[in-house]
């Protein structure tokens, strides 16, 4: 999916939760839009993240974030982190539990879902002892954090969620189309390895550390009696 279908895709879904909170014929201040605002700030995987969050009951809420990214949309401060195809799409359901529901601040305690499909063409580069011409990389990587976190709304419709957390993440890196690929050892020259070779490195386990600052618009709809 090329970047205009993304953006068209993002407004899409959250156009639609705007036109369902408008249509209420009561006061709701239940349902807000995110945009997390460290995201695009990423120097390994710069995106865009927003979500969609809906109060359950008084202690419980769920959220969903999107993030994507391409190369054409990340450009500029991280031309040099990235390659020249660079594309990132994510998923993140949440489940909240707010501590005292009756202060203004709610403290909260979450676990979230997470699931990460990054590409990109890198140039003049390596893995493990293998360097190469130009490379084509692919990095899935999935599992849960739990989070502990405080979101403050202001008067008006705007909010903040700052967040902190630790996880498991489970993450697999594969190389393919590898251009003139040759191994070294300790400096030294090993061999060339054939062209177009597909290598996938060994999958991985590790504690993933999250922080964040999102923020919020919350949305609705003046009651029809005012």
């Known amino acids: 999916m090329d970047a205009n279908k993304q953006i068209a895709l993002i407004i899409l ?4 939760f705007n036109i369902s909170a408008q249509t209420s014929d009561v006061l709701d201040y239940n349902k807000s839009i995110t945009f997390n605002l460290v995201t695009p700030l990423d120097t390994h995987s710069p995106r865009w993240r927003m979500g969609y969050l809906q109060d359950l009951n008084e202690r419980w809420k769920f959220s969903v ?3 994507f990214a391409t190369q054409k949309i ?3 401060v991280h031309d040099a982190l990235i390659g020249n195809k ?3 799409w994510e998923i993140r359901p949440e489940i909240y539990y707010v ?3 009756k202060k203004k601040t709610k403290k909260y305690f979450s676990a979230e879902l997470f699931y990460i499909n990054h590409k990109d063409t890198y140039t ?3 893995y493990g002892a293998v ?3 130009k490379a084509d990389y692919r990095r899935e990587k999935y599992g849960i954090h739990f989070k502990y976190g405080f979101i403050i709304f202001s008067k008006k419709r705007l909010g903040f969620n700052v967040y902190t957390g630790l996880g498991v993440r489970y993450r697999n890196n594969t190389f393919s189309n590898v251009i003139n690929p040759v191994e070294e050892y300790q400096g030294d020259t090993v061999g060339f390895i054939s062209n ?3 290598t996938q490195r060994e999958p991985t386990y590790a504690v993933n550390f999250s922080f964040g600052v999102k923020l919020y618009y919350k949305l609705y709809k003046k009651s029809k009696n005012n």
């Open 13 to 16: 879904i959250f156009t639609s």
């Open 65 to 67: 974030d999107v993030g």
């Open 74 to 76: 990340s450009s500029g």
């Open 86 to 88: 660079y594309q990132l």
């Open 99 to 101: 501590i005292n529901p």
């Open 124 to 126: 003049n580069g390596s």
């Open 131 to 133: 360097y190469y011409d």
């Open 196 to 198: 177009n070779v597909q």
